[in-house]
């Protein structure tokens, strides 16, 4: 039959029409938004194992955990090291190492401990400590590492941290102290002038490293200080007597790239030296007694 373009059509036909379809929509629309029900199976018990943190708050350690202003100076905590130690018995211990800086000075290394026992608690490993109450929990074991909140007294709030079963990469922070000028013991012959006149006399000189030391700050920041002495003798001939003592000291900033560390002086204009970290063993550094100085290869360990 043929109908009008402007002719009445029912409404009520018509809503009834639609209605199995908005239906249908409805429920395709809920279908996707659908929340998921929750994994319930019990996660295994943890079995003994001793777990290293490799990163605190995103970054490696020495990783900054906590600042603060206090009288004017500013406190800068840092994360060395850290270990969890598990036992499959249901026990754990924690030990904490770290150091502070005062105004970028350093001011100081303190450990910390805490023990307490752990219970499988449904998603999640719950930590309880014996003195603190509950500290930290683990929800899960991803490949071979776990993330937890490990908190410590020195710090405000948690240090959200990665823990693997290895030992993170090592770090040349800390500090040094030197053994050896190209490998002989101190004191030892850095600089040697033979035959050399002094005051109208063939004499040999020879410049001596008494001790040194160097402190690289997790910041970034250096502090390197020498002490040597010079000393005369016979032309040809080993030194027999003392002239004069000279201390040295500079600082300013390190970086790393790979082995290599790099040195820039804050306080002696153009003054950079360089030196090889391989992660065990002593720091290698190549510089000489002062700014300006030729370089000679030094070896530091840690102190």
């Keep these: 039959m043929f109908r009008h373009p402007n002719s009445f059509v029912p409404?009520?036909?018509l809503r009834r029409a639609l209605r199995p379809l908005a239906l249908i929509a409805a429920l395709q629309a809920c279908s996707s938004d659908r929340p998921t029900a929750p994994d319930l199976t019990p996660?295994?018990?943890l079995a003994t194992a001793t777990w290293r943190v490799h990163q605190a708050d995103g970054q490696p350690l020495p990783a900054l955990v906590a600042h603060r202003l206090v009288g004017g100076q500013l406190l800068q905590t840092y994360l060395d090291s850290a270990q969890l130690e598990v036992d499959a018995s249901g026990r754990w211990q924690q030990r904490l190492w770290m150091q502070r800086l005062r105004?970028?000075?350093f001011d100081g290394r303190f450990a910390e401990q805490d023990a307490g026992a752990w219970v499988v608690d449904g998603d999640r490993y719950r930590f309880?400590?014996?003195v603190h109450g509950e500290r930290f929990a683990i929800r899960a074991l991803v490949a071979d590492s776990l993330r937890a909140d490990l908190r410590a007294s020195a710090v405000d709030g948690v240090m959200r941290s990665t823990l693997r079963q290895t030992a993170p990469s090592a770090s040349p922070a800390g500090a040094w102290r030197?053994?050896?000028v190209q490998d002989a013991p101190l004191p030892a012959p850095i600089y040697v002038f033979d035959p050399a006149v002094v005051d109208g006399d063939t004499v040999s000189v020879h410049f001596l490293v008494d001790s040194a030391g160097i402190r690289l700050l997790p910041s970034g920041r250096y502090e390197h200080w020498i002490r040597y002495s010079e000393w005369h003798g016979p032309a040809?001939?080993?030194p027999t007597q003392?002239?004069?003592?000279f201390a040295w000291a500079d600082f300013g900033t390190w970086t790393r790239n790979g082995l290599q560390v790099a040195f820039e002086s804050g306080y002696y204009q153009n003054h950079r030296f360089s030196g090889e970290f391989a992660g065990a063993g002593p720091l290698r550094l190549?510089?000489?007694l002062s700014a300006g100085d030729p370089l000679v290869g030094l070896r530091y360990v840690r102190e």
């Design 103 to 105: 105004d970028g000075r």
């Design 286 to 288: 190549q510089h000489g």
């Design 128 to 130: 309880t400590s014996d």
């Design 236 to 238: 040809g001939g080993a």
């Design 43 to 45: 996660l295994p018990p």
């Design 11 to 13: 409404v009520a036909p």
């Design 242 to 245: 003392q002239r004069f003592r």
């Design 178 to 180: 030197a053994s050896a």
